[in-house]
Structure formats: structure tokens, C-alpha cells
């Protein structure tokens, strides 16, 4: 036995340097890319063999990109916050109480996270423009909050519906109204899901692309990923590699401390909304 | 309390009966309903509202765009064309170009996606040793944003930059090589979601089910064929659904990646160029429709043809 | 502290379905009430209205001399306590007792002190600042009891309370619920399936099946004077035995057992009835006695081939088949089909529960004797029991 247990160890160690090579390979690439000095930028090596923050130190005192990062984290905290608050609202009453037209919002929700986000460029950019939001942190923080809404809908409902009825019938029952049972005593117990949907909210606005390039036009609202696209280098035939690079990497920072410090919770959030079906 | 309770609760019922009220009529709803009922209406109000404000209206906006010539370079020139912008759509050789490479990433990705998603799944589903670790890892591309990761690529395939880059040529500026980058880079970063959609579904095959196989006499393969597929069907059929709809809608790894050119635009980026560069807002608006036509269509086929259950389609029951 | 009255109450659902059909019963205060039936005979359903969990959808209830149809539960003063016990995960036992004098806005410090009486009550002082799930299920129990008890409300519903406990812990916290209840006084309805409960528990028992009540009884003429074939198999264990048959005139029955006759009291109420021909006879174990043992009190005797004894101390048990016919009925396939004993030997299973000292032997055949006077008759057709109930 002993030898065998030993081998399937030993094998599940090789899969798993498989996985993890999959998984970082790209990674580490931008970051090497992103602390490569300029004379080693084009050496084509896969890390660099003279390390140095030059390009950090490009962005960080390039005002375009602190603005763009400022607007990226200011932009999607607000859509979360926004997105999560409804969202709970609406899931909650989605799994949890009757009341006419349920069904219709639910396919609602359904057409909208199956949206081409490219079919409502257009209309957006004109509705925004005779309203006075194109380019600013609404003209943004709106159509995220409208695209968010689907998956924390999905993802908050499957919560919900986990926490036992009786405990609302209970509440009921001691005297509590369909609000204060809401309020005082399914919210405690959601939070773990609410937490958890507001980090893939969140994600999901930080990697949002089209809308923060067709919708913004100055460094006023424009956030990290399309300001990244905008980077202009010496000529302009060719793209700054190294400051893009540091940005990118920026950008990915607090992305990976949410996914190692919240990974379960991820893979529960993930996971919870969409097999139960 | 009276001394005779039973004759006092019957004392009330002839109460109600002189009153007039005592047809308490079948139709109505107790006050605990009508309660839940308006907490409900008012709970998913802000949700609606702007999921309508921002989807709904903006769709039917597009589709009127779409009828009229709307070409922001010759704003006095707009009239009502009717459906000229979808003939010129549907008989240009660029939209069709751009519909095939579309299909194609569409396609070919969601294969690969779904065969090394399943592989990463059992993985994280069987590993016996570092499952937080793997589990984490596997996330990262799934959390990276999709530029960044789509930049990595670029930089890695550009030549005189790049680990990946051969000596003698450029990949990104021919075709086939691109659509392969394009692929890869999709595949790279959609893996680890279609694997965790697919190991939500391994966790529910019941682990004595697996053990019964194996005491009839079945193979590790045969085990995971006959018993685990079938019973993860409907979460295969949900992560390809979702796949499939977010790969046709592809775009910001080609923005990055080639922006397009050697004729790799997909219909997204298509659309974008005549809207945003080309300022031609009725062409735009017209492939938006057949996008999201498109789009519908898939989504349809799907539910139809596998009976794959959307996620949440269950919502609406209550208990 | 209240009566309850449930006048003409009807439960459709939006499909259709019908879950209680005309219920009337009248509780008097203080009154503790058992609703028991099989899975599916809307004793719960009959409760959550009475909660307030579910709509009325006919008919009046009637709590302390108002019509409360269209009150929501919070106004109704009634506390519930459920099968899983419902507490709150994320509150301490203190929190989960006093949540519903918070909702009612009392005072912290009355709060505090109707607790402390509370958790006094059930022996939970020491626990109050532990969470549910640091707790036993017996000690879960108790708090889902205590929530219902500090808020001193009209009425208390038990929605099968004790069958997430272990056998030892639930005859317990039977003895601890009638005690709480005989102390407070509160008006209780308490919904099992566990026909024990219904016996040991009750002031009075309500037997259900299919959203019709059967009979209201206490639980001692419940046993005694079945009204059918139903109340009749569902009350008592292990359950009462029934021979199909044929009543002739004079007041002789024909059944597996042997022809026999009836003692006059019976078939007095026979005749009253009316009714000859085709019978089920109901024999309950306890009225079989080993024929030595019995002397020359009146009954009928008859040959059991014995199939399994179980001596059990105090009594025992012995199982035999009778050949013939067995009893058939839609009341009794309901039964059968609740406990999910629907295998049958080809002959009627027979248990009957005989003095310690009798001489009976595994594949032997023992004469037996039963206690004509106490065999039920029904009508083989319609269930209903011909005996009339002598109070």
C-alpha cells in the first residue's frame, strides 16, 4: 500500500505543477515584461536578468493612468455597492416570496447576463450623450451596475434559498413583519453570500473592457483597461511595452489577493447560482 | 376568559354572521399576503428598473438606429431607410468574414474549453494532495482581467519581444496564426470557469454511486461515461450555454490582440468600428440586432435542442 | 391564554388540490389538542392556518372570540415551535428566546428577566450565551420552546416538536412539554404523526386522513370505541387486528377465527345499525389471551399455528397467519400504505399480546382465546363502526 499511495501522490504533484504552470505562465510573463529595464525589454528572455521599477515608476508618475486608477477602484466600488444592495433586494424576493410577475423578472435577469454588451454601445452612447453622462463615473457606474445585477441575482438567490424557510416562518410567528424577518433575521444570515457575490461583482467590472472604451472619451471617467489601450509610447507605432506591462500588473494586484485570500468563497459564489438548475 | 368558552367562541361566530361579513369572500388575500406581495413588488423594483433603463430600452433604441441611415459624419442627411442598413449588413463580405471567424473562435474554443475545463475539474475535484492550492491557482485566470491577460499574450507572440515569438516571423500579423493566439488566449482564461461550473456538478454525483460502478466490474473510464457524464449533464449543458453566449460575444482579446486586422474582427469588433470609428450609427445598430439576434438564437437552440436549464429557472418556485 | 375555534375551515390550493375539507373543532382554553395523522392528511396544513402561515380558504377561525382569517401571524399572539426547531444561527440562546418580546419592543430589562424564567424553566440558565449550534438537539428543543414560552401568547403550536429526537429524549421531553403545558395552562395544538404522542400527550386527539377529520375523541375512547376502520388501525400499538366476515342473524359472526357470538350488548347496537352481511371484525392484541389462562369469562376460542413469540418480560408477544380472506378496505390500504407494510402472507397477520405465563411455542399450534366483548365490527363497504360508543 505504502508505495502505492505514494506514487498517486506523487502523480497528483505532477498534474498539479501542470495546473499551476497553466495558470501562471502568462502571469509571471507581464510581470517580468513589466521589470525589465529598457536596454533588456527586447532580449525576448521569459524573466529578466537585470530587474529594475523603471516602468512602475513611469506609471506612477504618469498623471492619465493614477486618474484611470483612481476611476477603475471609484467606479467599481460604487457599481458593487449599488449592484449588491439591489441585487440582495431582489433576491431575496425572487426566492423567497410570491408576489405577481416573478417569472419576468427572472427571464429578465436571464436576457440581460446573455446581452451582447455590444448591441447597447450605440444606444447607450447616444442616450448618455443627450443626457449630460457620457464620460463621466454614472455614464459607467450605470450600465455596470445593469450587467452586475443578473449575477448577483443568480448567485444571492441560490444563498437564499439555502437559509431554511422555517426560520422566516419562525420570525413570522414571533412577531416580525416581512420586512424586520428580512431585515433582522435573513440578512445576518446572508452575508457570507452577500460577501461573496460582491467579490465577483466586483471582478466583473474591474475586467470590463468596451464599455470603458466606447463610453468615455477624456481621462475623466476612463478606467485602467482602456487607459491601458490609449498608452502612447515614444513613436506611435509602438506601444510603451514596459509601462503597459507595470499597469497590467497593477491592475491584476488586488484581483489575486481577492482570489487568495476569498478562494472558497469564490468557488462557492461561482458555483452555487449556476448547477442547480 | 369566560367561564363557558366554548359557548363564547360560538357567541362570536353569530357575531360575524349579523355583521354581514361572514362571506369571507374566496378571492381575497390576508393581509400577511398582500404584505408580501407589496414587500416583493418593492424589493426587485430598483432592480428592474434599471436592468429595463439600461437593456430593454437601449435594444429597442438600437433596432430603431437600425432603420434609419443615422450616419453621425452626415447628421441632415438621416431618413428612414427602413431595413437598407441589414441588406447592406447582409451582403457585405466583411460582416460575413467576420461572422465566420466569430463561429469559428465560437466553436473551436468552446471545445477546447469544455474538454480541458472537464480535465481541470476532476482535477480539482480529485486531487489528494494541495486542492487549496490548485483550486486558487486555477482561479487566477478567471480573475485576471481579460486585457491585461490579452496584452501578456500579444507581448509574448510579438516578434523581437517575446518568449513565444519565432525569429523569422510575426503571427499576429497573419491570419491563421492569429486566430490560433485569439483561441488560445479565450481558452486560457475561461478554462477555470467552465471547470468550476463543471465541479459543482462532480460534487453532486454521490461518491457511493461511483463506488457501486466500480464493485459492478467498471473501469475508471467506463465509471466516468456511464455514470458521472450522464449525471452531470445539466451542468455541462449550463457552463457551454454560458460559454457559448460569451464567446460569440468576443472582444476584447481581438481589440488587443490584432485589433482586427488581416480581416480578424469578429462581429463585436465590426460593430464597434462602424459605430465608434466609423461614427456610422444605423450600420452599427443593425449588426447589434443581428448580434443579439444571434445571440437568442444560440441561447434557444440550446434550452431546445439539450433541455439545458437556465441557472436560476427554478427561482421562480417557492419551497 | 384563549380558545381556538375552527368553523367550516376549507384549505384549496391554487391547483386545486384539497388539503382540509370542512374542519370544526372547538378548543377550550388551555385545552391541549393533538392533530395526528398519516404524512399528507393536512394536520400541517391545518396548523399553519391556524398560524397565520397559510391563507384560509373557506370558512372561519376563530381566536379568543375574533375572526383572525385575515390576521398576519404577528397579530395573531400565538407562538409556534417547529420541527427543526427554526432558531436563529446567528443569535445566542438569550437572543433566540428574546427576539419576539424585542419585535414587541419590551423592555431590555423585562426582557432579561422573562429569559432568565424562561431558560429557568427548561434548564437552559447556563447555556443562554451559547449559539444553536454549540447545543444538542434535546437542548435545541428546549429553546424553540422557550421562544414560544416567553412571550406568554394565546396559544402554543407544535408542529411535530420531538421527531428530531432520539426515542430516550423524546419520551422526555413528552413528560416535560405536558408538564409546561399542564403549569402555564396555555391552549395547545400540537401535530404529530407518532399515534404515541397522540395518546400520551392529548386532552383530546384529532385523527385525520386525506384532509377529512375522522374522529375527536380523548385518546382513551379513541382506543376504545374507534369510529372506523381507519381511526381504528391507526390508533394503538402494535395495531389492531382485523378478520373479514360475515354477521348472521342471532348475533354469530363468521371469520378467520371461527364462527362466534357476539355479546348482547354488541349486537344490540347491531341491530340498531341495522346491518347483515359482510363485516370487518376488529380484535385489538391485548383481547387475545392464552384459552388455559382465561377461565370461563365469555368469548370465543379458536387454533393459532404460532409463528414467532416474543416474550417481553411483562407480556408476550405472538405472531401467527390465519388462512383466509384478507381484510379489504380503502381505509385500511391507506394505512398500509403510511407504514409501508404492504407485503401480506397470503393469510391475515395476526398480533396478539398474551399474559407472561402463557403456554405458547414458536411452530406450535395454541389455543386461544379473545374477549368477545370488546371486538369491534365495521361495515365492510364503508368502514364505519357498527358498535355503538357507549359513554
Redesign the interface.
Known amino acids: 500500500m505504502q508505495p502505492e499511495t505514494r506514487n498517486?501522490?506523487l502523480m497528483?504533484?505532477g498534474?498539479?505543477t501542470v495546473?499551476?504552470l497553466?495558470?501562471?505562465v502568462?502571469?509571471v510573463?507581464?510581470v517580468s515584461?513589466s521589470l525589465k529595464d529598457d536596454a533588456t525589454?527586447?532580449d525576448?528572455?521569459?524573466l529578466p536578468t537585470s530587474p529594475s521599477t523603471e516602468s512602475y515608476s513611469a506609471i506612477f508618475s504618469n498623471s492619465d493612468f493614477l486618474r484611470a486608477l483612481a476611476n477603475s477602484i471609484g467606479i467599481c466600488i460604487i457599481a458593487t455597492l449599488i449592484a449588491i444592495v439591489?441585487?440582495t433586494?431582489?433576491a431575496?424576493?425572487?426566492?423567497?416570496?410570491?408576489?405577481?410577475?416573478?417569472?419576468t423578472?427572472?427571464a429578465?435577469?436571464?436576457?440581460?447576463s446573455?446581452?451582447?454588451?455590444?448591441?447597447?454601445?450605440?444606444?447607450?452612447?447616444?442616450?448618455e450623450t443627450a443626457l449630460g453622462l457620457f464620460d463621466t463615473w454614472p455614464g459607467l457606474i450605470?450600465?455596470y451596475?445593469?450587467?452586475a445585477?443578473?449575477l448577483a441575482?443568480?448567485t444571492l438567490?441560490?444563498f437564499f434559498?439555502e437559509i431554511?424557510?422555517?426560520?422566516e416562518?419562525?420570525?413570522?410567528?414571533?412577531?416580525?413583519?416581512?420586512?424586520?424577518a428580512?431585515r433582522r433575521?435573513i440578512t445576518?444570515?446572508a452575508m457570507p453570500g452577500v460577501f461573496t457575490t460582491a467579490i465577483l461583482v466586483f471582478?466583473s467590472c474591474?475586467?470590463d473592457?468596451?464599455f470603458a472604451?466606447?463610453l468615455t472619451s477624456t481621462s475623466a471617467a476612463r478606467t485602467?483597461?482602456a487607459a491601458?489601450?490609449y498608452f502612447t509610447g515614444a513613436t506611435t507605432f509602438e506601444k510603451p511595452?514596459g509601462p503597459?506591462?507595470a499597469a497590467?500588473v497593477v491592475?491584476?494586484i488586488p484581483?489575486?489577493i481577492?482570489?487568495?485570500v476569498f478562494?472558497?468563497r469564490?468557488?462557492a459564489g461561482?458555483?452555487?447560482?449556476?448547477?442547480?438548475? | 376568559m369566560t367561564a363557558t368558552p366554548t359557548s363564547a367562541a360560538a357567541q362570536a361566530i353569530e357575531d360575524v354572521a349579523d355583521d354581514g361579513t361572514v362571506q369571507i369572500a374566496q378571492q381575497r388575500h390576508s393581509d400577511a399576503k398582500k404584505a408580501e406581495r407589496k414587500l416583493g413588488l418593492m424589493l426587485v423594483a430598483p432592480a428592474v428598473v434599471i436592468m429595463l433603463a439600461v437593456a430593454a430600452y437601449p435594444i429597442l433604441y438600437a433596432f430603431w438606429l437600425s432603420l434609419n441611415k443615422a450616419d453621425l459624419r452626415r447628421p441632415d442627411d438621416n431618413e428612414f431607410i427602413f431595413l437598407d442598413n441589414y441588406i447592406t449588413v447582409l451582403s457585405s463580405p466583411i460582416w460575413w468574414t467576420a461572422f465566420g471567424v466569430t463561429m469559428l473562435i465560437t466553436i473551436v474554443g468552446a471545445t477546447f474549453e469544455l474538454i480541458l475545463g472537464m480535465g481541470l475539474a476532476i482535477v480539482m475535484h480529485r486531487t489528494l494532495v494541495g486542492r487549496g492550492l490548485v483550486r486558487t491557482s486555477a482561479l487566477v485566470p478567471y480573475a485576471i482581467v481579460t486585457v491585461v491577460a490579452a496584452f501578456s499574450w500579444r507581448f509574448a507572440w510579438t516578434q523581437g519581444l517575446g518568449w513565444l515569438a519565432p525569429e523569422t516571423s510575426a503571427p499576429l500579423t497573419e491570419f491563421w496564426p492569429s486566430i490560433w493566439i485569439i483561441i488560445l488566449a479565450e481558452v486560457w482564461k475561461t478554462v477555470p470557469f467552465m471547470a468550476l461550473l463543471l465541479m459543482a456538478g462532480l460534487a453532486l454525483v454521490p461518491e457511493d454511486l461511483l463506488k457501486a460502478a466500480s464493485m459492478d466490474g467498471a473501469s475508471a473510464w467506463k465509471r466516468f461515461w456511464l455514470v458521472t457524464v450522464p449525471l452531470i449533464k445539466p451542468a455541462i449543458l449550463v457552463a457551454l450555454l454560458f460559454r457559448t453566449l460569451d464567446a460569440f460575444r468576443v472582444f476584447d482579446n481581438i481589440f488587443i490582440l490584432t485589433s482586427g486586422s488581416n480581416q480578424t474582427s469578429s462581429v463585436s469588433m465590426v460593430a464597434y468600428s462602424n459605430l465608434i470609428r466609423g461614427l456610422n450609427l444605423g450600420i452599427g445598430s443593425a449588426m447589434s440586432v443581428l448580434i443579439f439576434l444571434t445571440t437568442g438564437l444560440i441561447a434557444f437552440a440550446f434550452i431546445k435542442l439539450f433541455g439545458a436549464a437556465a441557472p436560476g429557472a427554478d427561482a421562480g418556485g417557492k419551497r | 391564554m384563549a380558545e381556538i375555534v375552527l368553523d367550516h375551515v376549507v384549505k384549496r390550493y391554487p391547483d386545486g388540490a384539497l388539503a382540509v375539507d370542512d374542519f370544526n373543532l372547538e378548543i377550550a382554553d388551555g385545552e391541549f389538542i393533538i392533530l395526528v395523522g398519516p404524512s399528507g392528511c393536512g394536520k400541517s396544513t391545518t396548523l399553519n392556518m391556524v398560524a397565520g402561515l397559510e391563507d384560509i380558504t373557506a370558512g372561519k377561525l376563530i381566536i379568543d372570540g375574533q375572526v383572525v382569517n385575515d390576521k398576519a401571524p404577528k397579530d395573531r399572539d400565538i407562538a409556534m415551535v417547529f420541527q427543526s426547531y427554526a432558531l436563529y444561527p446567528h443569535m445566542t440562546v438569550g437572543d433566540n428566546m428574546g427576539f419576539p418580546l424585542r419585535l414587541a419592543g419590551v423592555d431590555k430589562e423585562t426582557i432579561r428577566k422573562k429569559v432568565g424564567e424562561a431558560a429557568e424553566l427548561l434548564e437552559l440558565s447556563q447555556h443562554l450565551d451559547r449559539k444553536p449550534a454549540n447545543l444538542s438537539g434535546g437542548q435545541r428543543q428546549r429553546v424553540a420552546m422557550g421562544r414560544a414560552i416567553v412571550r406568554n401568547p394565546k396559544a402554543f403550536l407544535m408542529d411535530e416538536p420531538l421527531s428530531n429526537l432520539d426515542a430516550k429524549l423524546r419520551v422526555q421531553m413528552r413528560t416535560q412539554i405536558s408538564r409546561i403545558q399542564k403549569n402555564l395552562g396555555t391552549t395547545t395544538l400540537y401535530v404529530t404523526h407518532d399515534q404515541t404522542e397522540a395518546m400520551t400527550l392529548g386532552d383530546r386527539v384529532v385523527v385525520m386522513r386525506a384532509g377529512i377529520v375522522q374522529q375527536v375523541g380523548t385518546p382513551a375512547h379513541l382506543y376504545a370505541h374507534p369510529a372506523n376502520l381507519f381511526v381504528a388501525g391507526f390508533i394503538g400499538s402494535p395495531s389492531m387486528n382485523f378478520f373479514p366476515g360475515q354477521l348472521r342473524g342471532g348475533g354469530t359472526v363468521v371469520t378467520a377465527l371461527g364462527e362466534a357470538r357476539l355479546p348482547d350488548r354488541v349486537r344490540q347496537s347491531l341491530d340498531g345499525a341495522g346491518s347483515t352481511g359482510e363485516v370487518i371484525i376488529g380484535i385489538r392484541p391485548e383481547h387475545f389471551e392464552d384459552a388455559s389462562l382465561v377461565g370461563d369469562k365469555p368469548g370465543a376460542t379458536f387454533d393459532a399455528p404460532i409463528d414467532i413469540v416474543e416474550a417481553m418480560g411483562s407480556d408476550v408477544y405472538a405472531y401467527f397467519t390465519m388462512k383466509g380472506d384478507v381484510a379489504h378496505s380503502q381505509d385500511l390500504d391507506d394505512l398500509a400504505k403510511d407504514t409501508g407494510n404492504e407485503l401480506h402472507s397470503g393469510g391475515v397477520d395476526v398480533t396478539a399480546r398474551l399474559d407472561a405465563a402463557a403456554q405458547v411455542q414458536r411452530g406450535r399450534t395454541a389455543r386461544l382465546w379473545y374477549d368477545t366483548s370488546k371486538v369491534q365490527v365495521f361495515d365492510a363497504a364503508s368502514g364505519k363502526n357498527l358498535v355503538a360508543a357507549v359513554r
Request: glycine fraction near 4%; proline fraction near 8%.
Open positions: 498517486r501522490k497528483w504533484w498534474v498539479n495546473v499551476l497553466y495558470a501562471f502568462p502571469v510573463w507581464i515584461l525589454l527586447n525576448g528572455n521569459y439591489f441585487g433586494m431582489a431575496y424576493a425572487i426566492a423567497r416570496l410570491d408576489f405577481p410577475g416573478k417569472k423578472i427572472v429578465t435577469a436571464l436576457l440581460v446573455m446581452f451582447p454588451q455590444i448591441a447597447l454601445v450605440t444606444p447607450l452612447f447616444k442616450i450605470i450600465p451596475i445593469a450587467f445585477l443578473p441575482i443568480y438567490s441560490a434559498r431554511p424557510w422555517d426560520l416562518k419562525a420570525a413570522k410567528m414571533d412577531g416580525a413583519t416581512p420586512y424586520q428580512f433575521v445576518p444570515l471582478i474591474w475586467n473592457f468596451l472604451l466606447s485602467v483597461p491601458m489601450s511595452t503597459i506591462a497590467a491592475i491584476t484581483i489575486v481577492f482570489v487568495l478562494q472558497r469564490i468557488v461561482l458555483t452555487s447560482g449556476a448547477v442547480k438548475g
